[in-house]
């Protein structure tokens, strides 16, 4: 049976993930409260963001910075988005 979290980011019961996507606290919290469907769109936004940006995830500062838009993705709060971008049409 798939187990089912409450996702902070799309307020409804979803599929959680399979296993903490981080060590620690932070990925406690994620595998408690994001489901997959969240985490894989996260996954696509980062590296929009990762690309765009150009970000270097050996520079700490890049990475606090990721961190910290992927906790705004998650909660709900206005997040950088990439310049430019313009998602297929489906």
Same mark, same amino acid.
């Given at each position: 049976? /798939?187990?089912?979290?409450?996702?902070?980011?799309?307020?409804?019961?979803?599929?959680?993930?399979?296993?903490?996507?981080?060590?620690?606290?932070?990925?406690?919290?994620?595998?408690?409260?994001?489901?997959?469907?969240?985490?894989?769109?996260?996954?696509?936004?980062? /590296?929009?963001?990762?690309?765009?940006?150009?970000?270097?995830?050996?520079?700490?500062?890049?990475?606090?910075?990721?961190?910290?838009?992927?906790?705004?993705?998650?909660?709900?709060?206005?997040?950088?988005?990439?310049?430019?971008?313009?998602?297929?049409?489906?």
């Amino acid at each position: 049976m /798939t187990r089912t979290v409450m996702c902070r980011k799309y307020q409804e019961e979803l599929p959680g993930l399979e296993r903490p996507p981080y060590p620690g606290a932070k990925g406690q919290d994620i595998f408690e409260h994001v489901s997959a469907k969240a985490w894989a769109d996260w996954q696509k936004h980062q /590296t929009l963001l990762i690309n765009e940006k150009r970000l270097n995830m050996m520079n700490a500062e890049d990475r606090k910075y990721l961190q910290g838009e992927m906790d705004k993705f998650f909660s709900g709060e206005e997040y950088a988005k990439a310049d430019g971008y313009v998602p297929p049409a489906e």
